[in-house]
């Protein structure tokens, strides 16, 4: 159990941050310079806070209330920075057995070798940070934070430096330890793929704020405001009015066309976003058109492509739209061939009802943006 309360000022920057974590893998996602490291440090107490609270597993191991600071060393905490920091003159036994000074040799050299084999460094033990590959020494710094037996293991930008398919390979390792040891883990990402395959609890930071947490589909699919709706690539973020409240629809207006959206309580009139991710706009073949009940049906020109490896995307302009283009579809590229849309220019879409999100938007604060 994770339990953090953090204030800290930086100059201009103002860390003030809250979210708590129960023996699962916990996401700290979000740009830049937000204030996920600062988190992470104070957490390991290596940077100590103005003013909060950190409880791990039941034990306050800060609390400037209670003047409780305890050091780095008896916090048992496992802490990966975002460059590994291995001890270039130790090898990778001595790497990993660094925290384990106390203990008797045995014992040390039993753990050692248990975390040799899983992490696939057998036959590389003698070997230096320099003769090692990215990777290894990716595993390396995980199996020596591992050795303390922490309660909490703090991964900063544990990919960042991997390669694209090294990468799956140590998100796959990582949820194993996680399963393996059940052991709480918190990892600092700002890559969307991380958190989608990983993130059991999300935690959103921006500016040095917590601006939303929950479950992975919580804050990919509900995102609870434009910010968070842009950081986690919804991408279609739609101004729309509510044209109608009924009680099963909330009848939305946008680019002339009328959308039927869940029911929310807004009133008549308001001001919303409509949002939907690329990967949930439904092609629809026009000759299917009757094998069941439709909605939010539109007619669009394909304007733009993109090609990523097994994916498209395309930007498409709906039929009396004023805009470059109003939507963006990504779909895989079997898909895109198999419904021969090299050879098309006009796509009818389905917007489903049940993918559509609609969050507040405030006119007052969006930049240069006119009603519709
Ligand atoms: P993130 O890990 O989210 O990219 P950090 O936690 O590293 O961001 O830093 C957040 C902000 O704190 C930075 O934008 C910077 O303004 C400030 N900061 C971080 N480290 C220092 C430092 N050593 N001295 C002064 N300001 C710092
Ligand atoms: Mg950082």
Redesign the pocket.
């Known amino acids: 159990m994770l339990d953090v309360t953090i204030q800290k000022r ?4 103002h ?1 003030d941050v809250a979210f708590a974590a129960e023996h699962e893998l916990v996401v700290l996602f ?1 740009p ?8 992470l440090q104070a957490i390991a107490g290596t940077l100590r806070p103005e003013a909060g609270r950190i409880i791990i597993d039941g034990q306050t191991v800060y609390d400037s209330e209670k003047h409780i600071d305890l050091p780095p060393q008896v916090r048992r905490v496992g802490y990966v920075p975002q460059h590994y920091a291995l001890f270039p003159h130790l090898t990778t036994s001595e790497n990993i057995g660094f925290g384990l000074k106390g203990i008797p040799r045995d014992e040390r050299n039993r753990r050692v070798a248990e975390l040799v084999e899983v992490f696939a460094l057998r036959g590389l033990e003698h070997r230096r940070p320099r003769e090692l590959s990215g990777g290894q020494q990716q595993r390396v710094a995980l199996a020596r934070a591992l050795a303390v037996q922490p309660r909490v293991l703090l991964l900063d930008e544990p990919f960042a430096a991997l390669d694209v398919l090294l990468r799956g390979v140590l998100r796959q390792e990582l949820a194993q330890v996680q399963k393996r040891w059940g052991i709480t883990m918190l990892l ?1 990402t700002h890559d969307l793929a991380d958190v989608f395959t990983l993130g059991q609890h999300v935690v959103v ?1 921006d500016k ?1 704020r917590v601006i939303q947490q929950g479950t992975r589909e919580e804050v990919f699919f509900h995102p609870a405001t434009l910010r968070v709706a842009e950081l986690v690539g919804t991408r279609n973020i739609l101004p729309a009015v509510v044209a109608q409240v009924e009680e099963h629809t909330l009848w939305l207006s946008w680019q002339g066309h009328r959308i039927a959206a869940p029911p929310r309580p807004f009133a008549r009139g308001s001001p919303v976003y409509l949002c939907i991710r690329p990967t949930q706009i439904m092609i629809v073949r026009p000759d299917r058109l009757a094998e069941r009940k439709r909605e939010n049906l539109l007619w669009c020109t394909i304007v733009g492509k993109q090609i990523q490896t097994e994916t498209y995307t395309l930007h498409l302009r709906v039929d009396h739209s004023g805009n470059a283009y109003d939507l963006e579809l990504t779909l895989p590229a079997y898909v895109y061939h198999r419904l021969s849309l090299e050879r098309q220019e006009r796509l009818l879409v389905e917007l489903r009802r049940q993918d559509l999100h609609i969050i507040p938007r405030d006119i007052h604060t969006e930049p240069g943006s006119a009603e519709q």
Request: glycine letters at 36%; aromatic letters at 18%; charged letters at 5%.
């Open positions: 930086f100059g201009g920057f860390l979000g830049s310079g937000s204030g996920k490291s600062l988190t600092v930071y040095g």
